[in-house]
């Protein structure tokens, strides 16, 4: 069997038939509608078998507005998307050609597919975010002056010196007759910033 040439007389890279993670960069904040689009063009040009997963790393955050407790999503890397994918010259152009993504990641316009750790630690995060309980955002940490806003000690101001991310939970330093008193177990909206 020859060696396959190119209309150059080059050499033609033989090609790629594993399936590989990469990064895009695309339009921020239309990173759902990018996707879906992205989907769409995949399933008309019948290239599904070259095609996996298509992913934006979320993570969901607890807030607290106007009183109430809302769970957000944040995109962990606004204007970026993870797709699995076999790169050869169609699959290359279907993704470039969609409308809003910019280009592969990596150096001298080829792309670079993501690295192992990078993709345990991408993987990892998908398959926690269902049953992981959303992070808390807080708006103050260990050391920050907080007055108390309700309970026994609504008024007192102290010292932040413990804060559990996870629940939002604080552990508030006041002085009480002259002593510092840990006031334990306060939600991160019972308290604001002085």
Request: avoid cysteine; glycine fraction near 8%; proline fraction near 4%.
């Amino acid at each position: 069997m020859a060696d396959e040439t190119n209309a150059s007389g080059e050499a033609a890279e033989p090609e790629n038939t594993e399936m590989l993670w990469y990064v895009l960069k695309i339009q921020s904040n239309r990173e759902k509608s990018i996707k879906k689009s992205l989907e769409r063009r995949i399933n008309r040009e019948g290239l599904e078998r070259y095609f996996g997963e298509i992913i934006i790393p979320t993570e969901k955050v607890s807030e607290v507005k106007n009183g109430k407790k809302k769970v957000t999503e944040h995109k962990l890397f606004p204007g970026y998307l993870m797709v699995n994918m076999i790169l050869n010259d169609d699959t290359w152009f279907l993704v470039r050609e969609t409308g809003g993504v910019g280009d592969f990641t990596g150096s001298a316009n080829k792309p670079i597919p993501m690295q192992e750790h990078e993709i345990a630690r991408m993987l990892g995060r998908e398959e926690q975010k269902e049953e992981e309980a959303p992070r808390v955002a807080l708006t103050f940490g260990v050391g920050d002056t907080v007055k108390i806003k309700e309970g026994p000690f609504e008024g007192f101001e102290g010292a932040i010196d413990t804060v559990d991310e996870t629940t939002g939970r604080l552990t508030v330093l006041v002085e009480i007759f002259g002593r510092t008193t840990p006031v334990e177990e306060l939600e991160h909206w019972q308290v604001e910033a002085v």
